[in-house]
């Protein structure tokens, strides 16, 4: 069985590369900090590598090379396009592939200061993302269900990092999501992971999504979420205002998504504040900052 963790080394890139790209062989490569179930390395001024460490499968990053050059067309950020394919070898026993570079800061390692440019930004993204997908369009598994179906999830980082005085707010706007009638419309393109590692900054606001390993067709709530998780404080208000197709179901249901990511973040802070393997301890603050956008609303 292949391990699911794999750390590979710039000689190791580059030796890859030379067997299966001689002609990007000779780039500059540097490994990019971070990551979470893929190791990005840049390679030159314009592409990356994207290799698979957490990820047990190939499944995420096929469906990456699959959809994202279509999807790339038509949305007004830039996001990483597959340009070349890497195959597994003897030496690196899982797919790797060559993307477009995504010029920017990433949000949890930066800040938004223009935030209704940004609140502007996210919704127009997101108009643009979520239009009615295509009938082979990958379905929602963990990502994308109705938060009733996610109480275990959202139990477990409850009652990991949940502040005792926040406690009753938190489990009051969770109801309220898990009360909330489920998305009627036909399934649309949803990126399912906006956190704040996931997008990238520049001048003050959003330049750039990446990660669509979560892309899927279903309810844009997931993704609605994204309102509270990145913008700064009176965002939300200003996004929803300009998205415009948001009911109230479905804003119930992207706080409660909110909530519930916001606890993510918190999660992963703590464990990296202990030493464990997958930590984020910079998560923390930016998870607390969130939950607390959340709590007070719109």
Partial sequence: MIESTFEVSEDLVRDLLREQHPDLAELPIREVPGGWGN????LGDELAIRMQRMDTGPDLQLKERR????????????IPVPVRNGAPSER?????????????TPLDHGSITRGDHAAETLSDFLRALHVEAPADAPT??????????CTDGFEHFFRAVAPAE??????????????APAWEGRPVWVHGDLHP????????????????????????????????????????SRFFDRYARADEAAVR????LAAMKSLFLMSMGRNGDRGLPGGKPHWGPAGRSALDRVLKGL
């Fill in 253 to 256: 249901r992207a706080r409660g």
């Fill in 39 to 42: 190791q990005m390395w840049r």
């Fill in 140 to 149: 929602a598994s963990e990502f994308g269900a109705h938060p009733r179906d």
């Fill in 197 to 236: 590692a996931n997008v990238v900054v520049a001048d003050g606001t959003l330049a750039g999504v990446v990660d669509f390993g979560a892309l899927f067709a279903g309810d844009p709530a997931w993704d609605l979420a994204a309102a509270w998780l990145l913008l700064p404080a009176g965002g939300a």
């Fill in 166 to 179: 926040l406690a009753d707010g938190i489990r009051e706007v969770w109801g309220d999501a898990v009360a």
């Fill in 67 to 78: 959809w994202l050059p279509i999807l790339a067309a038509r949305l007004p950020l830039p």
């Fill in 92 to 104: 690196c026993p899982k797919i790797w592939t060559v993307m477009t570079w995504v010029e920017g």
